[in-house]
Nanobody
Framework: QVQLVESGGGLVQAGGSLRLSCAAS????????MGWFRRAPGKEREFVAG????????YYADSVRGRLTISRDNAKNTLYPQMNTLNPEDTAVYYC??????????????????WGQGTQVTVSS
């Protein structure tokens, strides 16, 4: 398995940006497609973005398309979600997750085999 640790969350004003990180350890990072999820207060965890193991293809939820860019540096074993033009509806705990293979970018939680502990993002109006 792979161990995942998110960082970079915090409090930001509406319209601001955050560059989050997800550091991986334990196995070769590139063999895992990666997902980025969030759980807003009172809601279920939802898919936000995903990227294949090589970084060649990325996928986004409609709610963040155009405002979030996901990338990865396999040499550094790190995933980088860059979030721009944040709004209060983006307030949530954000999680990274490792998929079951380099092309396994799924949109449901059950398609992922390892999860980080999450990082809180709070957007003030």
């Amino acid at each position: 398995q792979v161990q995942l640790v998110e960082s970079g969350g915090g409090l930001v004003q509406a319209g601001g940006s955050l560059r989050l990180s997800c550091a991986a350890s334990g196995r070769a990072f590139s063999i895992f497609a990666m997902g980025w999820f969030r759980r807003a207060p009172g809601k279920e965890r939802e898919f936000v973005a995903g990227i294949t193991g090589s970084g060649g293809r990325s996928y986004y939820a409609d709610s963040v398309r155009g405002r979030l860019t996901i990338s990865r540096d396999n040499a550094k074993n790190t995933l980088y979600p860059q979030m721009n033009t944040l709004n209060p509806e983006d307030t949530a705990v954000y999680y990274c997750a490792a998929g079951n293979g380099p092309f396994a970018v799924g949109r449901t939680e059950s398609e992922y085999v390892s999860w980080g502990q999450g990082t809180q993002v709070t957007v003030s109006s």
